[in-house]
């Protein structure tokens, strides 16, 4: 089999050291690992010849950016959706060649907001399209940058995808419902694939955890710990602050692993608090060396997290056969219930509960680690989503 993958979003490319860069190239990894011929077309690492097209050399934006205090907001982010759409059209003429060049058996297109080329390219060349859509788009959009005169436009898209396209991946059945209500053909095609993680990715590197612990003056502390991109919706001011209501014996740190336009806030909760002593913050750390982080914590917590997504850093937890705090969403109890996790609402006192609760009890952590990563390895690698995507497809 030959499949095409295809990303048309100008700005995920497929080498970011993030969640959805993870995603793209462990899928790639794991069909070329089973020995599938992938081809992939990311439009964010095409460089120059993916650029939007352009008013004289500065394009559109950059020209009126220097314009944009007296722009209403409405009407500046419909004007970065006509640049998109724009963009779409670009990269659809660039599908179709490599359609034409490569002859794929499928085009397993990462679908983002407002762009439809990839179907569009599919149904008129005959190719099976395999759609992962991985978040509600246009109400994402609303959330991150604001109302536009296009997001009707790319609900209408959105729709088009789920009625045309010959399958549908997504991380959630709470997601997965969501399509069956835009559309009724989507909920008979659509396979539920939560995030996974690659147990080769984990290297044990001698020493290094404890040079580590002992570069962040970890002493001997017992360790609670976090990993991700720190943005307000991640609920790590919740951490802090239940952090704040734990006896101090036996002692304890809170590890903050990552970067985020919060931090500065967090950090001055944190003095606020009168725990910034214990509260370490890393910053922004490579992805090849997440792993060791989290083999110096404890106890692994996740505070918040949205309606739909599939947090991977739970299972990156549980990969390393850690115990886990993990939030009340319906994708995270499907994947997770209280013999393999314990499950807090979003409020300091659910999480102090939690922290105590683990803190206090070693076996407890040991039985809950031991049963999540069991689980973590049987059903939740990309080796066994890269399968099912391909089941899907014949």
Same mark, same amino acid.
């Given at each position: 089999?030959?499949?095409?993958?295809?990303?048309? #979003?100008?700005?995920?490319?497929?080498?970011?050291?993030?969640?959805?860069?993870?995603?793209?190239?462990?899928?790639?990894?794991?069909?070329?690992?089973?020995? +599938?011929?992938?081809?992939?077309?990311?439009?964010?690492?095409?460089? $120059?010849?993916?650029?939007?097209?352009?008013?004289?050399?500065?394009?559109?934006?950059?020209?009126?950016?220097?314009?944009?205090?007296?722009?209403?907001?409405?009407?500046?982010?419909?004007?970065?959706?006509?640049?998109?759409?724009?963009?779409? !059209?670009?990269?659809?003429?660039?599908?179709?060649?490599?359609?034409?060049? @490569?002859?794929?058996?499928?085009?397993?297109?990462?679908?983002?907001?407002?762009?439809?080329?990839?179907?569009?390219?599919?149904?008129?060349?005959?190719?099976?399209?395999?759609?992962?859509?991985?978040?509600?788009?246009?109400?994402?959009?609303?959330?991150? *940058?604001?109302?536009?005169?296009?997001? %009707?436009?790319?609900?209408?898209?959105?729709?088009?995808?789920?009625?045309?396209?010959?399958?549908?991946?997504?991380?959630?059945?709470?997601?997965?419902?969501?399509?069956?209500?835009?559309?009724?053909? /989507?909920?008979? %095609?659509?396979?539920?694939?939560?995030?996974?993680?690659?147990?080769?990715?984990?290297?044990? *590197?001698?020493?290094?955890?404890?040079?580590?612990?002992?570069?962040?003056?970890? $002493?001997?502390?017992?360790?609670?710990?976090?990993?991700?991109?720190?943005?307000?919706?991640?609920? +790590?001011?919740?951490?802090?602050?239940?952090?704040?209501?734990?006896? %101090?014996?036996?002692?304890?740190? !809170?590890?903050?692993?990552?970067?985020?336009?919060?931090?500065?806030?967090?950090? /001055?909760?944190?003095?606020?608090?009168?725990?910034?002593?214990?509260?370490?913050?890393?910053?922004?750390?490579? #992805?090849?060396?997440?792993?060791?982080?989290?083999?110096?914590?404890?106890?692994?917590?996740?505070?918040?997290?949205?309606? @739909?997504?599939?947090?991977?850093?739970?299972?990156?937890?549980?990969?390393? %056969?850690?115990?886990?705090?993990?939030?009340?969403?319906?994708?995270?109890?499907?994947?997770?219930?209280?013999?393999?996790? +314990?499950?807090?609402?979003?409020?300091?006192?659910?999480?102090?509960? /939690?922290?105590?609760?683990?803190?206090?009890?070693?076996?407890?952590?040991?039985?809950?680690?031991?049963?999540?990563?069991?689980?973590?390895?049987?059903?939740?690698?990309?080796?066994?989503?890269?399968?099912?995507?391909?089941?899907?497809?014949?």
């Amino acid at each position: 089999m030959k499949i095409l993958y295809y990303s048309p #979003h100008p700005r995920l490319s497929m080498e970011a050291p993030t969640g959805y860069g993870t995603h793209m190239r462990e899928m790639v990894g794991a069909w070329r690992k089973a020995g +599938v011929e992938v081809k992939t077309l990311i439009a964010a690492d095409l460089g $120059g010849r993916a650029a939007p097209v352009a008013t004289g050399k500065e394009g559109v934006i950059k020209t009126l950016r220097g314009w944009k205090r007296y722009i209403p907001r409405k009407l500046w982010e419909t004007v970065r959706d006509i640049q998109l759409i724009r963009f779409d !059209l670009r990269m659809e003429r660039m599908l179709r060649k490599a359609v034409e060049d @490569y002859q794929p058996d499928m085009i397993y297109e990462r679908v983002a907001y407002l762009q439809n080329s990839g179907v569009r390219t599919a149904k008129a060349t005959g190719v099976t399209h395999i759609s992962e859509i991985n978040a509600p788009y246009p109400e994402e959009r609303r959330y991150f *940058s604001g109302d536009s005169y296009l997001v %009707k436009t790319a609900a209408d898209n959105l729709r088009q995808i789920l009625i045309e396209t010959n399958g549908i991946t997504t991380v959630s059945t709470a997601l997965a419902d969501y399509f069956g209500g835009i559309a009724e053909e /989507a909920a008979t %095609k659509t396979v539920v694939l939560p995030n996974c993680v690659n147990p080769d990715e984990v290297i044990h *590197s001698g020493d290094r955890p404890d040079d580590l612990r002992e570069e962040l003056q970890l $002493g001997s502390a017992l360790v609670l710990g976090f990993v991700g991109s720190i943005f307000p919706y991640h609920g +790590v001011d919740l951490l802090i602050e239940a952090f704040a209501g734990l006896p %101090k014996a036996p002692r304890t740190k !809170l590890l903050i692993v990552g970067d985020g336009e919060s931090v500065p806030e967090l950090r /001055a909760l944190a003095k606020r608090l009168g725990v910034f002593g214990d509260v370490i913050f890393t910053g922004s750390v490579p #992805h090849r060396d997440v792993y060791l982080y989290i083999e110096l914590m404890d106890i692994c917590c996740m505070a918040k997290s949205n309606w @739909y997504g599939s947090p991977v850093k739970i299972f990156e937890y549980g990969l390393l %056969k850690k115990p886990v705090i993990a939030p009340d969403t319906e994708p995270v109890k499907e994947v997770m219930d209280k013999t393999t996790g +314990v499950i807090v609402k979003p409020n300091v006192e659910s999480i102090s509960d /939690a922290m105590r609760m683990l803190i206090s009890d070693e076996s407890l952590r040991k039985r809950l680690a031991e049963t999540w990563h069991h689980k973590v390895l049987l059903e939740h690698t990309w080796d066994t989503a890269a399968a099912k995507v391909l089941t899907l497809c014949e």
